[in-house]
């Protein structure tokens, strides 16, 4: 079978955590100067403890279309610590707090040179991203010259639906025209596998001997609790494993 579609996951696939214990200390370091500049009253430990599972909880409803899901957040956490945010700076602030983090991530130094052999075959590329801020993933896309590479770019923000819903595959493909039997999925958590799954794609599971991703890389934790350990049997036993971004050429026939 001739393979048409090569969807990517970005973080931890074409993108490679770094220290995410120092990233996520940057994050919360930069977002409680941000809301103590603007008056915030609560201590370095109260504010970490307010922040344990920031992006795990359930998203905020999307009252105001003009604010991404990661400012939605901000404006509730600052709610439950009765400060009052300033809706104008949400977008700094979530900006800030996003570079902070991203400051420990680095691209795979393997992901232009596959993605442009694929560009050269002829084949579709999509970007399938789960991430509650639009803008930053748009911002590192165009800094790294990957704005035009890909055929299409669902950031699940955007289309209000993220992985491992199948629906967010289902985007991906009308978009490209792509049938599910035609295309791979290559990503590097268990909802990259599940979703690809549930969407009819075959999945590609990449664990990267030294780097694996772990649930450190996914979500704050405050400093008094440890990470659940990442359940990748599921992904390893349901999906095509590989090492690195270089095996998807001989995949991708």
Request: negative net charge.
């Amino acid at each position: 079978m001739s393979i048409k579609g090569i969807f990517f996951d970005l973080y931890g696939t074409l993108l490679v955590y770094g220290d995410m214990k120092q990233a996520w200390n940057d994050w919360l370091a930069t977002f409680y100067d941000q809301l103590t500049a603007q008056g915030l009253n609560s201590s370095r430990a109260a504010f970490s403890q307010a922040c344990d599972g920031f992006f795990n909880a359930a998203a905020p409803a999307g009252k105001d279309g003009h604010l991404t899901e990661l400012e939605r957040r901000i404006q509730r956490l600052c709610a439950a610590l009765d400060h009052q945010s300033d809706p104008a700076s949400l977008r700094d602030i979530a900006d800030r707090i996003a570079a902070a983090w991203q400051s420990h991530v680095s691209i795979d130094p393997e992901a232009m040179p596959v993605l442009m052999d694929l560009k050269q075959r002829n084949k579709t590329l999509g970007l399938v991203s789960n991430f509650d801020h639009p803008p930053h993933v748009r911002r590192i896309l165009s800094e790294n010259g990957w704005a035009t590479v890909f055929d299409t770019i669902v950031i699940s923000s955007e289309v209000g639906v993220k992985k491992p819903d199948p629906a967010i595959f289902a985007i991906a493909l009308q978009r490209t025209g792509i049938a599910p039997g035609d295309a791979i999925y290559i990503g590097d958590t268990h909802d990259d596998v599940a979703g690809a799954i549930a969407a009819g794609i075959r999945p590609i599971f990449i664990t990267r001997t030294n780097n694996p991703t772990d649930t450190s890389a996914l979500d704050f934790q405050h400093a008094d609790q440890q990470p659940d350990a990442f359940q990748s049997d599921f992904s390893k036993n349901a999906a095509t494993i590989i090492q690195n971004l270089q095996e998807v050429l001989a995949l991708a026939k």
